[in-house]
């Protein structure tokens, strides 16, 4: 089996950070009622939209890992592993990340606060991060194959 602790892609601050921004933007969301008082806006259309978001990244960040079965790590894994290409990544190159960045979306919806979008703002731009330093390493593990699958398969998803 292997070892889901691979070496961290950036600096380990950096990492600690942008992870405690993402869990803190999530739980924004259960705990809107604590920072009641700098909601932007609020309404039932956005509180509906940022669920919808919230729901739809978890289960596509559940999908990815479920996807990567035994080959999945956190960090650039340190063993011989295989290029995943099924399911969620054959639209997105990244969609444990996309994942995440919709749950952040979802909740920046349902609360509306200047604080949940720093947290979101810090979180997409640690993993875009994390992503570039991931595609360095599978370049050079998977050489060619990586290369034929980067050019099929958007980083996230579309043209982005």
């Not at 600096?11 to 942008?18: A, H, N």
């Not at 604590?34 to 669920?51: E, K, M, N, P, Q």
């Not at 790590?73 to 099924?86: A, F």
């Not at 444990?96 to 349902?110: K, R, T």
Request: aromatic share 12%; with cysteine.
């Amino acid at each position: 089996m292997m070892d889901p602790l691979g070496k961290s892609p950036i600096p380990l601050p950096l990492l600690i950070i942008g992870k405690t921004a993402m869990i803190a933007s999530w739980l924004l969301l259960f705990l809107k009622s604590w920072v009641s008082g700098g909601i932007l806006y609020d309404s039932a259309v956005t509180r509906a939209a940022g669920i919808f978001l919230f729901t739809l990244g978890s289960a596509m960040a559940i999908l990815s890992i479920v996807n990567l079965g035994r080959s999945i790590s956190v960090g650039i894994p340190q063993q011989q592993t295989e290029l995943k290409t099924h399911g969620l990544y054959r639209i997105s190159r990244n969609p444990i990340y996309l994942g995440a960045f919709l749950m952040c979306a979802g909740s920046c919806l349902y609360t509306l606060h200047i604080v949940n979008i720093i947290f979101f703002a810090i979180t997409v731009l640690e993993h875009h991060a994390i992503i570039k330093k991931e595609e360095l390493f599978l370049e050079e593990r998977f050489g060619d194959r990586w290369r034929e699958y980067k050019a099929r398969v958007p980083r996230y998803v579309g043209s982005f």
